[in-house]
């Protein structure tokens, strides 16, 4: 008894209190990312093709799910048949009871389409120019041999599609446009012959696509579905074709990483449920960025004001109200906030000064990257405004006054020795911002994001910034994909996978900045906090 | 400007004829020097206070405080801690403005302008009086830039005048042939010594008219502190030298002329040796004999 008295008063039971609780916040952080991670990276790895005889005839697909039997509800299990076109959906349950002799045939195939997504079967013939040049088993081979090929012919014909044509397209609406405002007679026969060169320039294009799309139209592939049904589609459409129960553990590990790879750096298909999120990606990092580089400047202005400058008096004590509960604010009511002043009046004021011509297409007057971005650098202001002015004041006074004795003025100070010096501190607030900023959706969705913008804030054709344009973001791929797609229980295991790819970009955008920041601070010579 | 207060430095005629040797040194080091030669005694005021009051808020820590310090000479500032020394020094170069609350009644000139003449540039005037502090504090940069500094502010951008100025400042400070194979290199890196030197160098390198420097040595060990003191020997040849130490032997080293600092006044002042040996006055005597303080 007096023992455990005293194991109290030392305070041990805190220490295990703390240690505890420390230990669970822990394990829930690694159970979170955990959770998310397995069921995001399964969902790449083949599954083995089963073919089992049901109650409406023969099925063949991947096992995704078993229900074992409660009450009266009996054991089921759940196949994932593909071929969406032909069954209408991808998923089909069946009671254990009804399926038998289940086997696991080697020519069975799961085939990646780019149009209504996977198709599990097998081959019957590939056609050239309608003639069959090659059936069942020398078919597969065929089609293996022809496919990259196909597929790289696929990838040249998008590639003019979004750049080159997409360019000519810009610029001739620029033409159209001018010839409406153009004054003189002499400006519009210039700007005739220009659209008339650029209109024959594009016909040519639209020639050589011609062309390009009747060649990967050439081979035709004739798909059998387990129960004898047919359908032919062209082999450009095939995306990739796993021959799953073939396939040995080197064959699955280099086929898991090449999906990896396709949805890491590819475009989405099929309404976002397939394909990759690369678009999402490059909007996050994209948007995060411009948001730090709004969003450092001002507050480290606010800071300088709030700790440098201003006379401690009502101004700045309101001001400091200001700013701490903005921290508080919803963030849906910044994105009304952006909504109303960023899109409407700013981007308003702005279309109607420079991009007259354009009315009543709005060019800024809309949702973009940059309005987004300047609404989430509003939000995260207060994180480093606050940051800010505590690395400010942890700058050593007698530094300020080893400057200020050589004859700098108060700016040269600042500038020269306390902003350095609060650099590292500055850094600190802006982690903690992009943190936030990143894993926000609810402003983003009335500032800009969409669930598929056709082109990216950043590419090849002039001025290669594009901050008008609207763009993806990984937070609403998310909500989108997984909760608005009519396909959501195909879409499920992306919800997955996209969350990790958001914490994994979150993650590295912070080391990004601690690596910064530790550099700096070795500057610095730890000097300063 | 004639102030008729026994405490200030005499004019420089009551001097004319050469003092009297001391009879016993406060240190052996003071007899080899020749801390006074008769060009020090005849040299014109750089630095003078007149009626100088100062108030934190309201409570004064200057009371009425008259001063002389003679061109190329090195004055020390004595007393116990809180008397105002520091308070003193910094009222020389202006750095007091930068406290809130703090008033000042009074003149302070360098060499015939008062630098509290409303409309001053108090940025000119601290280029002409180079500030050491107690604690080094370099800023976290490389030598060169540490030493630089001064000049950049000024705007200066032509390279071979700033590794001109750098290397002259590195010299006077004694400090050159340590480390002009690391300019480069941050100064944090140096010892505690080399970083008060490097302070100095920065100091001169904007080429002021008077050095102000408080407690220089107070951080630092017996080697380096010797080292500085034989710098400001060599120093007070270009430059006027007002020290404050809490360290009498130093005093008695390294200054020509000693004002002792009592309860925010100035008890005495006059040529070091005279103080040392024979004060004025009876707080004096008590503070040099180690009675209190
Ligand atoms: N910033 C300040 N605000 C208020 N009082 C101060 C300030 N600096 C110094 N003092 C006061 O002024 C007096 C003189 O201080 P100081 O000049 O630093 O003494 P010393 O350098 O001789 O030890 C002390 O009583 C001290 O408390
Ligand atoms: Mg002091």
Redesign the pocket.
């Given at each position: 008894m007096k023992r455990f008295t005293q194991w109290l008063r030392r305070g041990n039971i805190f220490i295990w209190f703390s240690g505890t609780m420390l230990s669970l916040c822990l394990l829930m952080i690694v159970g979170l990312v955990g959770f998310i991670a397995v069921k995001g990276l399964g969902v790449f790895w083949p599954h083995a093709l089963i073919q089992a005889q049901g109650p409406e005839g023969a099925v063949l697909g991947e096992i995704t799910s078993f229900e074992a039997p409660l009450g009266t509800e009996p054991a089921k299990v759940q196949f994932r048949v593909g071929n969406r076109d032909i069954y209408g959906q991808d998923f089909k349950w069946f009671q254990a009871s009804e399926i038998h002799g289940r086997q696991e045939p080697k020519d069975a195939l799961l085939i990646e389409r780019l149009e209504n997504g996977t198709f599990i079967g097998r081959i019957q013939d590939i056609s050239q120019d309608g003639q069959p040049i090659a059936k069942a088993e020398a078919a597969v081979e065929e089609v293996k041999r022809r496919l990259p090929a196909t597929n790289k012919l696929q990838a040249q014909i998008r590639g003019i599609e979004k750049g080159a044509v997409g360019e000519l397209n810009r610029k001739l609406e620029d033409c159209r446009q001018a010839m409406e405002s153009a004054g003189s007679a002499e400006a519009r026969t210039v700007l005739e012959q220009q659209q008339n060169s650029l209109q024959s320039r594009y016909n040519q294009l639209q020639a050589e696509l011609d062309q390009l799309r009747t060649t990967a139209k050439t081979f035709t592939v004739t798909l059998l579905t387990v129960d004898g049904q047919t359908k032919e589609i062209p082999l450009s459409g095939i995306v990739r074709i796993v021959p799953a129960n073939e396939l040995s553990w080197f064959g699955k590990v280099r086929l898991y990483f090449s999906r990896l790879w396709e949805f890491v750096a590819d475009d989405p298909r099929e309404s976002n449920t397939e394909g990759g999120i690369f678009p999402a990606i490059f909007g996050t990092v994209m948007m995060v960025l411009i948001m730090s580089v709004m969003v450092v400047p001002l507050s480290v202005v606010t800071a300088l004001f709030l700790r440098e400058y201003a006379k401690d008096g009502l101004l700045v004590r309101a001001t400091r109200v200001a700013v701490n509960n903005l921290a508080g604010v919803p963030s849906i009511v910044f994105g009304v906030f952006g909504l109303g002043f960023f899109v409407y009046s700013v981007g308003g004021t702005i279309d109607q000064l420079f991009y007259s011509s354009k009315l009543p297409t709005p060019t800024y007057g809309t949702g973009g990257i940059l309005w987004a971005s300047l609404t989430l650098a509003l939000l995260t202001v207060p994180v480093v405004v606050v940051a800010t002015e505590e690395a400010l004041a942890a700058v050593p006074r007698n530094q300020r006054e080893a400057s200020l004795a050589l004859g700098a003025t108060k700016w040269q100070t600042i500038w020269n020795v306390v902003l350095p010096g609060a650099a590292p501190g500055i850094l600190t607030g802006l982690i903690l911002a992009m943190s936030r900023g990143a894993g926000e959706v609810a402003p983003l969705m009335l500032t800009g994001v969409v669930k598929l913008a056709p082109s990216m804030p950043l590419d090849g054709s002039f001025p290669f910034l594009h901050l008008d344009r609207k763009f993806m973001h990984l937070g609403f791929h998310i909500y989108d994909v997984g909760f608005q797609s009519p396909n959501s229980e195909a879409a499920k295991p992306m919800v997955f996978m996209t969350a990790l790819l958001l914490l994994l970009v979150v993650v590295l955008l912070n080391l990004f900045a601690l690596r910064l920041r530790r550099k700096l601070r070795a500057r610095l010579g730890g000097s300063t906090f | 400007m004639e102030i008729e207060d026994p405490r200030i430095l005499p004019e420089p005629l009551a001097y004319a004829e050469p003092p009297a040797s001391p009879p016993s040194a406060p240190s052996a080091r003071l007899a080899e020097l020749p801390l006074t030669d008769a060009s020090v005694l005849t040299s014109p005021a750089m630095l003078t206070v007149e009626g100088l009051n100062l108030f934190?808020?309201s409570?004064q820590?200057l009371f009425d405080v008259d001063l002389k310090v003679a061109k190329n000479t090195v004055m020390s500032f004595i007393?116990p801690?809180?008397?105002?020394?520091?308070?003193?020094l910094r009222c020389l170069n202006r750095m007091n403005d930068l406290?809130d609350?703090v008033r000042i009644e009074g003149k302070v000139s360098i060499g015939d302008s008062n630098i509290y003449e409303p409309g001053v540039d108090v940025i000119s005037l601290r280029k002409r009086t180079g500030m050491v502090f107690q604690k080094s504090n370099p800023f976290p940069k490389s030598i060169y830039e540490n030493v630089a500094y001064g000049l950049r502010i000024q705007g200066v951008r032509d390279r071979g005048i700033l590794d001109e100025a750098v290397e002259t400042s590195l010299q006077s400070a004694g400090l050159w042939d340590e480390v002009k194979d690391r300019l480069k290199e941050s100064a944090l890196g140096m010892s505690g010594g080399q970083q008060q030197r490097l302070c100095i160098a920065r100091a001169l390198a904007v080429d002021p008219e008077v050095l102000l420097m408080?407690e220089p040595c107070s951080a630092l060990d017996p080697i380096a502190t010797s080292r500085i003191e034989e710098l400001i020997f060599e120093l007070k040849k270009k430059f006027t030298i007002v020290i404050?130490t809490h360290n009498m032997q130093q005093a008695a080293r390294v200054s020509d002329f000693t004002a002792f600092?009592w309860l925010?006044k100035l008890i005495e002042s006059g040529l070091t040796e005279k103080m040392f040996t024979n004060p004025r006055e009876r707080t004096t005597e008590d503070y040099i004999t180690g009675r209190f303080g």
């Open positions: - | 934190y808020g409570k820590a007393g801690s809180g008397c105002g020394k520091s308070t003193l406290i609350g408080d404050v600092f925010g």
